[in-house]
């Protein structure tokens, strides 16, 4: 695996001059999870044929072809497409669905020389930020196998986390690739929307939502990013990205940079709130300037993404009707249609059963203008502040979880305090802003990630902000059992 | 008609276009017609999960055409919403489709057309997907149905009217109008399930009716018929009419009340966020109006115009493609007399002959010959009456004027050839003879009688005189 600090360039360097091979890296991959996967439940299916084509890679590489990431090992959240892999949103309702096309981010990988893992846990339909909601049960996090790994993808960082893949593909719709980095000492990072293509990643809200890359550094993130982002005609929402790769200047520092620490986000004085307090120390000690900021509309924020993203998921989600794919319910008796789809999504499990009667609520003729259409106005005022306060500053910094990993089970049956866990995440997606959660240190042998929020397509300033916090944090914790 | 009311009545259209290679959000033909079931899909159009639409432009821009053709204004940017309804014809249980409710988004809105001899209103003209099809076998009583989505994505275009007609008869010629319009767009509206019309009827301001489920044009204004007068026999005996969808049932030839709540239905309408809006340019609008062929409209104007046709006639004429290419062709160079008999010809003679497009293919007509034959009409070389036989003769065998009856026969038939024609109809039937004498309506069958004898190159008008007289002699 990977040396800490070091990087995904230098061993996919050594795959390429022939110093290692694509084999011996999915095999290292395959034997580590088998060895930690019984108990932390990383995934939810495993790729039978990972070693075979990291040897039809490895024959690629010595036909000389130029690849860009030849043998790096990924784990995929199992609502991102594989062809021939199960894609089950760890739900029952597309339980034994396997599509028949790769996602474009899966395909540049691929087309990189990248080797898939396997399909990771998550929260169902990535509805969830502890990765409890799965039909599959939970996952643990490495750090304390009696803790969630934070969610919605939680899998993925637990795959990254405990060694059994390099990086993986996580998806960010409020949180959800940098809450589970944070509570797994991860970076995970939100690109701005539009920049990675969302073909192949199974909507949820599709208006806020991206595919990003949880690793274990700042490079690493970069790196795999880096091969994923650009324009997809397949895609109408994917914007271009800039000339060059988002690794130049990655090292530039932050001298005469300006941050913003946001006041509304720093309440309560845990960890991590201190956390997030001691990383603006350190990037004024590496020339930044700091003030704290206000974002007024951070308080409706949680609201407006509830209302916005239930909405959203009531029509994605209305396709599972089990006529065309996945669990096929079709009953040999005859049969009433609409009883029928009833019975059909009885199938959805109770999170994503709780928005989607919220989806199918806030939009309705009568509810619209006292929820849907208030929430979109949120929306509008959150960006256009947000939009403000980074003409004055450079980036805004805040702890990316109010709170630590807590355990299993402890807050499940309170979805209201599930909701406020994401009340520093929603706040990039619903504006569209790239954002990223970079592990600053550890509190009671816990991993607390600090967040920075950059300008929309600014993902390579924020990612040269976010490796200069990851110098300043020093030499970063593995939890027991990783590598070292 | 039953004597009423007024009868206001409306259109909601879906036209197909056909003429496009692609799907709406999808590289699947946009024609499927001929193909096995479910062999024109891919990921896109049956809604695989993760896959998303990718807006095609050549269906905006035909779109965003017959907005133009039909008067409509366009917004500067265009916006897709989601129309929400479980439906197994519906891969997504979702239709991507526009709507004005948040400001004008669609591709038009607010049009005023000539129609049927009066201003209707066009509401709003829309890009939608076409959902799939269902086949019920056995009929709709079977126990199940199998889905097609071959259908599924195609590009469809909703136009709505204001309750602008007061006959079903106007209704359908703005359809055939319609009908003209896409053609000249390049789809192709005879194709089966191409071009569909529901429609909406209210007499003397009362409740709304939505008419569906209606196979043809002509089945749509014999439903539109049965409804008003539905509507008037009620209203006469002080039944209030309630809003709501009634189905047409061809078997039965009357409409029902549908069983599903259409009207209850809430579609929780929200923005598409998978398609960005569409910027509509304003140089782009006009270059896309300057680049469509004439429409329907235009064309009318032109007729009466530059030919001196009359507005009646150009109408119908400009709002049937087949017969104003063959009315171009005929007219072109030719003095405004002939062509205004051209266009005569063709609108009160031909369309009753070709009135299927089976007709209108195997037709033999060509334009030369029915300038040949306005010519000889104008000129008095033959009678409109005869002329009707010509055409008729044209259309089947080919060839000109010379190879007609019409033809063969020569000029119109002298006052004598009549006279001696009348004189041997009035022998040979006299039971007819005095039957017209008790009742002048009986009049018509001598006079046709007499113009069979003529080889239809009599003049009625003169036929008509001299039979009178015939039997006033015999009295
Ligand atoms: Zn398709």
Redesign the interface.
């Known amino acids: 695996m990977a040396a800490p600090g070091g990087t995904l360039e230098k061993m996919v360097e050594e795959v390429r001059s022939g110093a290692a091979t694509c084999e011996e890296r999915a095999l290292a991959a395959v034997e580590k999870t088998r060895e930690r996967d019984g108990r932390l439940r990383a995934y939810i299916s495993l790729n039978e044929r990972a070693v075979e084509e990291a040897r039809a890679v490895d024959a690629r590489v010595r036909a000389g072809e130029d690849l860009a990431c030849p043998g790096l090992t990924v784990s995929v959240k199992d609502?991102?497409?594989v062809a021939g892999m199960p894609?089950t949103?760890a739900s029952r309702m597309?339980e034994g669905?396997e599509?028949?096309?790769d996602?474009t981010a899966v395909e540049r990988l691929r087309a990189g020389g990248a080797v898939f893992t396997g399909k990771t846990n998550m929260d169902e339909f990535a509805m969830g930020l502890t990765t409890e909601f799965s039909a599959y049960g939970p996952s643990r996090n490495p750090w304390d196998a009696d803790r969630v790994p934070g969610g919605s993808s939680g899998g993925s960082a637990v795959s990254v986390s405990a060694g059994m893949c390099d990086a993986s593909l996580g998806s960010d719709t409020g949180g959800s690739v940098r809450n589970p980095a944070s509570f797994c000492g991860l970076v995970g990072y939100k690109p701005t929307y539009g920049l990675v293509s969302?073909?192949?990643?199974?909507?949820y809200s599709?208006?806020i939502e991206q595919i990003g890359p949880l690793a274990r550094t700042v490079r690493d993130a970069a790196f795999v990013l880096d091969i994923m982002a650009g324009r997809d005609?397949?895609?109408?929402?994917t914007v271009g990205r800039g000339p060059g790769s988002m690794l130049d200047g990655i090292e530039g520092g932050v001298a005469g940079a300006r941050v913003g620490i946001i006041r509304q986000m720093m309440a309560g004085g845990g960890a991590p709130q201190e956390a997030a307090g001691r990383a603006a120390s350190a990037l004024e000690r590496l020339g930044a300037s700091c003030e704290e900021v206000s974002l007024g509309s951070a308080e409706h924020a949680v609201a407006a993404y509830y209302t916005i993203t239930s909405?959203?998921a009531?029509?994605n989600l209305?396709?599972y009707?089990g006529?065309?794919?996945g669990h096929c319910g079709i009953p040999q008796e005859?049969y009433e249609?609409?009883a029928y789809?009833s019975k059909a999504r009885g199938r959805f499990g109770p999170e994503a059963t709780r928005r989607l009667i919220l989806g199918?609520f806030v939009?309705?003729?009568?509810h619209?203008g006292r929820y849907?259409l208030k929430a979109l106005g949120v929306r509008r005022r959150l960006a256009a502040e947000i939009g403000a306060l980074l003409e004055r500053v450079d980036v805004l910094l805040s702890p990316t979880v109010p709170v630590l990993p807590f355990r299993i089970g402890e807050k499940i049956d309170d979805p209201v305090v599930l909701f406020t866990m994401d009340f520093n995440t929603v706040a990039a997606n619903l504006s569209g802003r790239p954002a990223v959660s970079v592990p600053f240190g550890t509190s009671g042998g816990l991993p607390v990630g600090v967040q920075l929020m950059g300008r929309e397509m600014g993902d390579a300033d924020l990612l040269r902000a976010a490796r200069a916090l990851e110098g300043a944090a020093g030499p970063p914790a593995a939890p027991p059992g990783a590598p070292p | 008609m039953s004597p009423g009311p007024a009868a206001a009545i409306g259109l909601e259209v879906h036209c197909q276009l056909t003429g496009l290679k692609s799907k709406l959000f999808c590289p699947c033909r946009a024609d499927y017609r001929g193909m096995a079931p479910n062999t024109n899909v891919c990921?896109v159009c049956?809604?695989?999960?993760?896959?998303?639409?990718?807006?095609n432009r050549r269906a905006v821009e035909k779109a965003l055409q017959v907005a133009a053709a039909l008067g409509c204004s366009t917004p500067p940017r265009l916006a897709f919403f989601?129309k929400?309804y479980?439906?197994?014809d519906l891969?997504?249980?979702?239709q991507i489709t526009q709507l004005d409710a948040y400001g004008p988004s669609s591709a038009g809105s607010g049009g005023r057309v000539r129609s049927a001899g009066r201003e209707v209103g066009v509401r709003r003209v829309q890009l939608e997907e076409d959902p799939g099809r269902l086949v019920y076998e056995g009929g709709r009583m079977s126990?199940?149905a199998l889905?097609d989505y071959n259908r599924a994505g195609v590009p469809l275009v909703e136009i709505v009217t204001e309750p602008d007609f007061a006959e079903p008869g106007e209704a359908r010629r703005f359809l055939a109008m319609l009908a003209g319009l896409l053609r000249s767009l390049g789809s192709d509206p005879s194709l089966e399930g191409a071009l569909r019309a529901d429609g909406n009827v209210s007499v003397g301001g009362g409740s709304r009716v939505e008419v569906k489920n209606v196979a043809s044009f002509h089945d749509l204004e014999k439903a539109l018929r049965y409804e008003i007068t539905r509507q008037r026999s009620m209203a006469a005996r002080g039944i209030p009419v309630a809003p709501e969808t009634r189905h047409w049932d061809e078997a039965r030839r009357v409409t029902a009340p549908s069983r599903g709540k259409e009207e209850d239905m809430?579609y929780?309408?929200?923005?598409e966020?998978?398609?960005?809006q569409i910027e509509v340019g304003r140089d782009e609008l006009a270059a896309l109006a300057a680049a469509m062929p004439e429409a329907p409209p235009a064309k009318r104007e032109r007729y009466e115009s530059a030919a001196g046709v009359s507005p009646q006639v150009a109408e119908v004429l400009s709002s049937d493609a087949y017969c104003s290419a063959l009315f171009d062709e005929a007219s072109a160079g030719a003095d405004p007399g002939d062509a205004r008999e051209m266009a005569n010809l063709i609108t009160t003679d031909l369309m009753g002959l070709v009135d299927t497009a089976e007709k209108r293919k195997a037709s033999k007509l060509t334009a030369p010959r029915i300038a040949e034959l306005a010519r000889a009409v104008r000129s008095g070389a033959v009678t409109r009456a005869s002329a009707r036989g010509a055409l008729r003769e044209m259309v089947r065998a080919g060839g000109g004027l010379a190879g007609t009856a019409a033809g063969r026969g020569g000029a119109v038939a002298g006052e004598e050839e009549v006279a001696r024609a009348v004189e041997s109809v009035m022998r040979d039937e006299p039971g007819a003879a005095a039957a017209a004498r008790a009742d002048p309506k009986a009049v018509n069958y001598i006079v046709g009688r007499v113009m069979a004898a003529t080889g239809g190159r009599a003049d009625p008008g003169t036929a008509v005189r001299l039979v009178r007289e015939g039997l006033a002699r015999g009295a």
């Open positions: 609502n991102i497409c894609a949103c597309l669905y599509p028949p096309y996602a969302r073909y192949g990643l199974i909507s599709n208006s005609p397949r895609d109408a929402t909405a959203e009531g029509s209305a396709r009707d006529i065309r794919y005859g249609f609409h789809v199918g939009p309705s003729a009568g619209a849907l | 990921p049956v809604g695989l999960p993760g896959t998303l639409p990718r807006p989601r929400c479980f439906y197994p891969p997504k249980n979702f126990r199940g889905a809430d929780r309408y929200h923005p966020g998978d398609i960005p």
